[in-house]
C-alpha cells in the first residue's frame, strides 16, 4: 500500500504532522495565514452558498457498505489509466486561479507537489505563472482554458500548451458569466482586476501584441472581456478539436443531455461539476447529477467529478457512482497557504493516504466499485 507509508511514518518515526491530516480542518488554520481578501476569494461560492453547502450534504447522504473476507491478494492498487497514460491514483489538481495571492510561489508549488506525487495538476486560464514556467516542473499537466473570442489568441494558447507539453485541456463552460459572489463583492475584490493571475496572456505574443502599452490591470480587463460576457456554441468545439493534438474534456456539465452532446461532438472526457458553487447557486449538487451522467456516457468517455470533495471516502463515493477520477479544490490551496510546496504535498499525500485507506476496508477495487456498495445514509438498506 503505497500511500499509507504517509500513516505509518506518522505513528512511526516522522511523528505528528506540521498541519492536521483532517483537510476540512485546514480551512480555519489557512484563514489564519492569509489576507482577508485572498481568504474569501478562495471560501466563497456564488449568492447564499446553497450550492457549496448541496455539495457537501450529497457526499454525507451516501454511506458505504464494505464488504468482508475478500480474498488473500494485495491491498487494491489506486493506480489508473487515463487517456493513454498511467497516474498513482484516480486524482488531479483542480484549476484554481490566482495562486499568488495565497502563497507568493502560488501554482509553481502546487505543481512541484504535484509532480512529487505524479498526479496531473491542471493549470488555470487566470493562473500568476505561464504554461511555460509550469512546464519547467516537469510534472504530468493539463491546461484550462477560459476560451477567448478571438481564434488567433485561443489558437496562440493552444500551441503553446501542446508545444510546452500540457497532454490535456479542460475547457471550463460554466463561468462565461462570472458568478454572483457577495463574499468578493462585500471586499470589491477581484484578483484579476488588480492585476494578478494574468500570466497566461502576458505571456502570450498574440494577446501581447493587442495589448501594447496597456497597465497590468488595463490588460486583465482586456483579458476578462475576451473570455467572459458571452457563450461558445457547441459547434465552435470543432475549432478546438481543430487546434489541440491531445483529449479534451468540458468542464462544468451537469446535465446527461449535455453529456450526450459532448460524446456526439467527439469529446474525449466531462467533468461533472458545479465549480465547487461559485457559479450558479441552487445549481444541483455535483454528485447529484453524477449517476444520471455517468449512465449516460460512463462507456463512451472518461467521466470526472469536482465539488465538495474533501476525504478519501467522498473519492470512494464519487468513482462508485460512476465517476473515473475526481479533481480536488479548495484543500489544495488551503495547503498552499499554510506551507507552499511542503503544505500541498501534505495535503494530497493525506487525502491518498486516506483514499487508500477506504478503498482497502471497502473490501473493493477501483475496477468493482460500483453504485451498489452505497446506500441512502437516511434509512432502510435495500
Ligand atoms: C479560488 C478558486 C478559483 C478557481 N478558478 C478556476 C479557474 O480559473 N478555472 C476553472 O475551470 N475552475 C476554477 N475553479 C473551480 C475549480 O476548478 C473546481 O471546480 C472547484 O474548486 C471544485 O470545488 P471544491 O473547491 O469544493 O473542491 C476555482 C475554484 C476556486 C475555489
Redesign the pocket.
Known amino acids: 500500500m503505497g500511500f499509507t507509508d504517509f500513516q505509518r511514518d506518522i505513528y512511526g518515526d516522522a511523528g505528528a504532522p506540521p498541519y492536521s491530516v483532517n483537510l476540512p480542518a485546514l480551512e480555519e488554520a489557512a484563514r489564519a495565514v492569509m489576507s482577508v481578501e485572498a481568504f474569501q ?2 471560501a466563497g461560492s456564488a449568492g447564499d452558498e446553497a450550492t ?1 453547502r448541496a ?1 457537501r450534504a450529497s457526499f454525507d447522504s451516501w454511506r458505504i457498505v464494505p464488504r468482508m473476507l475478500t480474498g488473500p491478494d494485495d491491498p487494491p492498487s489506486l493506480s489508473v489509466e487515463l487517456f493513454g497514460q498511467t497516474y498513482p491514483a484516480p486524482v488531479a489538481l ?5 495562486q499568488t495571492i495565497m502563497h507568493p510561489d502560488g501554482e509553481l508549488a502546487s505543481a512541484l507537489a504535484a509532480a512529487s506525487v505524479g498526479l496531473p495538476f ?1 493549470l ?3 493562473a500568476s505563472h505561464s504554461l511555460e514556467s509550469i512546464a519547467s516542473v516537469g510534472g504530468p499537466r493539463w491546461f ?1 482554458l ?1 476560451w477567448p473570442f478571438d481564434d488567433e489568441l485561443t489558437a496562440s494558447l493552444l500551441s503553446r500548451a501542446a508545444s510546452s507539453g500540457f497532454s490535456a485541456l ?1 475547457v ?1 463552460l460554466d ?1 462565461w458569466v462570472v458568478g454572483f459572489r457577495p463574499r468578493e463583492l462585500d471586499l470589491g475584490y477581484n484578483p484579476f482586476l488588480k492585476g494578478i493571475g494574468l500570466a497566461t496572456p502576458l505571456s502570450d505574443p498574440v494577446f501581447m501584441g493587442r495589448t501594447a502599452g496597456l497597465s497590468d490591470p488595463d490588460a486583465g480587463k482586456m483579458w476578462a472581456s475576451l473570455v467572459q460576457g458571452r457563450a461558445h456554441s457547441w459547434s465552435e468545439l470543432e475549432f478546438l478539436r481543430a487546434h489541440w493534438p491531445g483529449p479534451i474534456l468540458l ?1 462544468g456539465i451537469l446535465h446527461p443531455d449535455d453529456a450526450r452532446r459532448a460524446v456526439d461532438h467527439g469529446m474525449d472526457g466531462i467533468i461533472v ?1 458545479n ?4 457559479q450558479l447557486d441552487g445549481a444541483v449538487s455535483s454528485l447529484q447529477a453524477l449517476p444520471e451522467v455517468a449512465r449516460a456516457v460512463g462507456s463512451q468517455c472518461t467521466v470526472a467529478l ?4 474533501r476525504t478519501g471516502a467522498d473519492v470512494l463515493k464519487a468513482l462508485a457512482l460512476g465517476a473515473h477520477f475526481v ?5 489544495y ?1 488551503w495547503g498552499l497557504a499554510l506551507g507552499g510546496e511542503p503544505g500541498v504535498r501534505h495535503v494530497l499525500r493525506s487525502l491518498l493516504a486516506d483514499l487508500e485507506v477506504s478503498l482497502a476496508l471497502s473490501g473493493r477495487t477501483l475496477s468493482t466499485l460500483a453504485p451498489s456498495d452505497l446506500v441512502r445514509g437516511d434509512g432502510t438498506l435495500w
Do not use: I
Open positions: 476569494y478562495l457549496a455539495n483542480a484549476p484554481v486561479a490566482a491542471v488555470s486560464s487566470f484550462q477560459y479542460v471550463t463561468a468542464k461539476s465549480h465547487g458553487g461559485r469536482d465539488s465538495g470533495l479533481l480536488l479544490g479548495r484543500p490551496l
